[in-house]
């Protein structure tokens, strides 16, 4: 039987905080169906599939894969992904309207400061 390994999670706020001073170390996967990921797009995801994300995570050398998706998807995926050790999941990513963070643009256009 396999045991489930913990898959770390960061929050809205910490992820916006390395997405703002070292983008280079992370890449967004968006698995939100594709009209909320238009609507509430964090700038630079990528908007994927379940089935996808073993093949970006090979190729992600040594950046840091942070997953948006559903708990259920969570589950399944800390499953399905449990020889990778390069991802994390970003809880609350609704926060990031809320919090009013860019929508678009790149990290070195945003002079935003975390509260």
């Not at 009209?35 to 995570?57: C, G, R, W, Y």
Request: with cysteine; aromatic share 8%.
């Amino acid at each position: 039987m396999k045991t489930l390994k913990l898959t770390s999670q960061l929050s809205c706020e910490q992820v916006y905080q390395i997405w703002t001073t070292e983008p280079e170390v992370i890449q967004i996967l968006d698995l939100r169906d594709s009209v909320e990921f238009q609507k509430n797009h964090i700038p630079q995801a990528i908007n994927i599939t379940e089935a996808e994300a073993s093949k970006i995570l090979e190729n992600l050398n040594d950046r840091l894969a942070v997953f948006i998706c559903s708990q259920e998807e969570q589950l399944r995926l800390s499953e399905s992904l449990y020889e990778y050790s390069n991802f994390v999941f970003m809880r609350d990513c609704e926060r990031w309207l809320s919090l009013e963070y860019p929508m678009e643009g790149t990290p070195q256009d945003c002079s935003q400061k975390i509260t």
